[in-house]
């Protein structure tokens, strides 16, 4: 026999409180960002990661942001999700674009 997987119930949210698919709006000292937590299966093909510079293959779980103004939707840019996070952490010179 095997073992039963634990059910979550219909009000728990995933870890994190991300719902893939679903924007938000962060607030932060480097503006007003929209994120989209993107499950990986929904990527098509593999993007670079700005924070890091490394690649985000294809099934990998990620995020998508972008700037909260009007044409922002055209900065998108695909973060790993601990280099999203962590961002702000990194010293002058440290983000690559």
Known sequence: MSPRRQRRKPDDKPLGGWV?????VEEA????????????????RPYRCPGCDQEIRTAEPHVVTWPNWPGGEDERRHWHTACWRHRLNRGPGRTRY
């Open 20 to 24: 893939p698919g679903v924007d938000r």
């Open 29 to 44: 000292p480097d503006g007003e960002w929209v994120v989209r937590a993107l499950s990986g299966s929904a990527a098509g």
